[in-house]
């Protein structure tokens, strides 16, 4: 966090992955800022990141303003996924983690469905907080229930933006790995995630080899191409 006074008033804002809360990156991909836009404005960057209209952050006397835009460049660069994420807020994320219930994939294959339909790439990654519901409701020994796996996405929302994305990212090549009957270890030699991957662009393209063994065109445009390129703020090849 950086601190800093506007209108007299101390502030704090994220300055990175790890502190932005998962509310606010789907904020910020609805004013379009991401890693492949350097053209938005500061005032819509703070907007979102001080939960203040724009025409507000434009007339605001900021004392440390320089410094603040200097620590939101991370906002351009490309989060790190972690292949096999630990936690995600209080829970601890088994890697042997299976489905409880019929009910719990069924719930899940009807979401990725739902996605499909949307038109806004928003709404096609913003379900990665309910991805993550669907499977860490029933962690603590309780029977899975969509009612609550729904409430408990909205507390996800404002989890860490980073971990929600990898486990989120990790959820949903879980769901492929059942579905399509593909070993986990294998999805992740062709789709590596490595943390220091420059660009999304190498990732696609090892991607693509798979595309034959991934039947169902939702599965392939809702749950592989369309959310990564989403999540990375880049764009991908059809």
């Known amino acids: 966090m950086i ?3 506007v209108n007299g008033n101390q502030i704090q804002i994220e300055t990175s992955w790890e502190e932005l809360s998962f509310r606010k990156y789907i904020k910020l991909l609805e004013r379009g800022i991401g890693a492949d836009n350097f053209q938005v404005k500061q005032s819509d960057v703070l907007s979102v990141m001080l ?9 605001a006397q900021f004392d440390g303003l320089d410094p603040v835009i200097s620590a939101l460049a991370f906002l ?6 972690e292949e096999y994420p630990k936690k995600l807020g209080d829970y601890v994320i088994p890697q042997d983690i299976t489905h409880k219930s019929v009910e719990q994939f069924e719930t899940m294959e009807k ?7 949307q ?5 096609k990654v ?3 907080a309910l991805y993550c519901a669907i499977y860490c409701q029933p962690l ?7 009612e609550k796996a729904v409430w408990l996405s909205e507390k996800i929302m404002d989890y860490p933006c980073q971990e929600v994305m990898s486990v989120g990212t990790f ?3 879980k769901f492929v790995s059942i579905k399509k009957g593909l070993p986990m270890n294998y999805l992740y030699r062709t789709i590596p995630l490595r943390k220091k991957q420059p660009v999304l662009s190498g990732l696609m393209r090892r991607l693509a080899s798979t595309r034959h063994l991934i039947t169902s065109r939702a599965i392939w445009d809702v749950v592989i191409r369309r959310p990564f390129a989403s999540l990375f703020g880049s764009s991908t090849r059809k």
């Open 111 to 117: 979401y990725i469905n739902e996605a499909a339909k």
């Open 3 to 5: 601190k800093a006074k």
């Open 171 to 173: 959820f949903t090549l």
């Open 76 to 81: 351009y660069t490309i989060p790190k996924v």
């Open 119 to 123: 038109e806004s790439m928003v709404e």
């Open 140 to 146: 603590n020994g309780d029977y899975f229930d969509e």
């Open 126 to 128: 913003k379900p990665l």
């Open 51 to 59: 939960d203040l209209p724009p025409e507000t952050i434009k007339t």
